[in-house]
């Protein structure tokens, strides 16, 4: 899949060569916030990824900051089989700046152009307040509260629009 060209960011589909600069911007904030135990763990996840990626069981895409051409995140729309499909986190650094917004617009874009879906979701925990409001100013809408592996979380749905 070729590269998708924002006004901010580039998504490129992950791939082999970009774990080292995914895991050097998966700063501890971000890790705690998505209660994933270690680097190495994440490692697993991102290799298990690739997997999925070859069997199109996911669209999974690295952030990168346009003008530096830097890692800064990542964004995954999981199969229907998953609850909360979307899994996704951005540097600290550019929270609050768009750029979030910018990705999950053009992620949502190639997800419903490639599938038949009328939605996806997402799960937020209930205190991490700053990723529900961003998932709402984004366009996500409230479905309902659900118990999580770690507490009470927000289910949210993307419609097609």
């Given at each position: 899949m070729d590269p998708i060209i924002?006004?901010?960011i580039i998504l490129r589909q992950f791939g082999?060569?970009?774990?080292?600069?995914?895991l050097e911007a998966f700063v501890p904030i971000v890790q705690h916030g998505l209660h994933v135990s270690s680097v190495q763990a994440e490692h697993a996840y991102l290799v298990d990824r690739l997997t999925k990626i070859k069997?199109?069981?996911?669209?999974?895409?690295?952030?990168?900051?346009?003008?530096?051409?830097?890692?800064?995140?990542?964004?995954?729309?999981?199969?229907?089989?998953?609850?909360g499909q979307l899994y996704c986190w951005l540097h600290p650094r550019y929270w609050g700046k768009k750029f979030f917004r910018e990705s999950l617009m053009?992620?949502?874009r190639v997800y419903?152009?490639?599938?038949?879906?009328?939605y996806f979701t997402a799960r937020v925990d209930i205190d991490?307040?700053?990723?529900?409001?961003a998932l709402k100013k984004c366009g996500f809408v409230d479905y309902q509260l659900v118990e999580g592996a770690?507490?009470?979380?927000?289910?949210?749905?993307?419609?097609?629009?």
């Open positions: 924002g006004s901010h082999y060569m970009d774990i080292a600069s995914y069997e199109r069981k996911t669209l999974f895409f690295i952030i990168f900051e346009k003008v530096n051409n830097v890692c800064i995140g990542a964004i995954e729309i999981r199969g229907r089989e998953h609850s053009l992620a949502s419903f152009s490639l599938t038949n879906a009328l991490n307040i700053r990723s529900y409001k770690y507490g009470k979380q927000f289910e949210l749905l993307l419609r097609k629009r």
